[in-house]
């Protein structure tokens, strides 16, 4: 198994700019999640989906969308980059889904955005 | 916010020894997970403990949980240059959210 998956592992953008992080694991998990960590903080949660098309917000959620059409794929977009947006950005999944996080997440390696 | 503070902030040790750090959070929980991350890589899971246990045991790993002070312990026996790392605490505040605590850094002196 691959595991967790996100491309790309760096990028740099310039500010009104959009992009989508991608996001795919390969152990059938209902539960999928983004967060973003900035230094010297933990990770904040910004979506986070159950299963396939359903999707709510987290902690920190504006100036992001997510869509989940698949059980694999949790994409997540940024429509118009701000500086603010600079942080690393981790994809997660767990079992449980509708159950809840009943379960470990397993987390990808991140993508390193800076907006500039 | 975040719901969960790890403390101490930084911690440094001579291999061998024990590392002991501590989380505290603010509300009821599900379950309390302790998260590893090296430097620029991401979170691995260590343990999960839920809300109705009091301890866990991962081979040099323990946790103990706390309910009624709201706060949890992850304790590394017998540390090794490998655990140099951040240790995040992260709490279920409910079915379907994890809040994590700002981390504490581990370093391992040879």
């Known amino acids: 198994n691959a595991g967790v998956t996100q491309t790309p592992k760096f990028q740099v953008l310039k500010t009104g700019q959009s992009m989508t992080l991608q996001c795919a694991q390969d152990?059938?998990?209902?539960?999928m999640s983004w967060y973003r960590q900035d230094p010297g903080m933990g990770l904040r949660l910004i979506h986070y989906s159950v299963g396939a098309g359903i999707t709510d917000q987290g902690e920190v959620p504006n100036g992001y969308n997510v869509s989940r059409s698949t059980t694999e794929d949790f994409p997540l977009r940024l429509l118009s980059a701000a500086p603010s947006q600079t942080s690393v950005y981790f994809c997660a999944s767990s079992r449980g889904g509708l159950a809840g996080l009943t379960d470990t997440q397993y987390f990808g390696p991140g993508t390193r955005l800076t907006v500039l | 916010s975040q719901q969960g503070e790890e403390d101490p902030q930084a911690l440094s040790i001579q291999e061998g020894e024990n590392a002991t750090m501590n989380c505290s959070y603010k509300?009821?929980?599900?379950?309390l997970q302790w998260y590893r991350q090296n430097s620029g890589r991401g979170l691995v899971h260590l343990i999960l403990?839920?809300?109705?246990?009091r301890e866990k045991h991962s081979g040099r790993l323990r946790v103990t949980l706390d309910t009624s002070k709201k706060s949890s312990s992850l304790l590394i026996t017998a540390s090794r240059a490998a655990d140099t790392a951040s240790y995040f605490c992260?709490?279920?505040?409910?079915?379907?959210?994890?809040?994590f605590g700002a981390g504490t850094t581990v370093t391992v002196r040879a």
């Open positions: 992260a709490t279920a505040l409910n079915d379907y959210k994890l809040s």
């Open positions: 152990m059938n998990h209902e539960y």
């Open positions: 403990i839920r809300s109705n246990e």
């Open positions: 509300t009821s929980i599900n379950n």
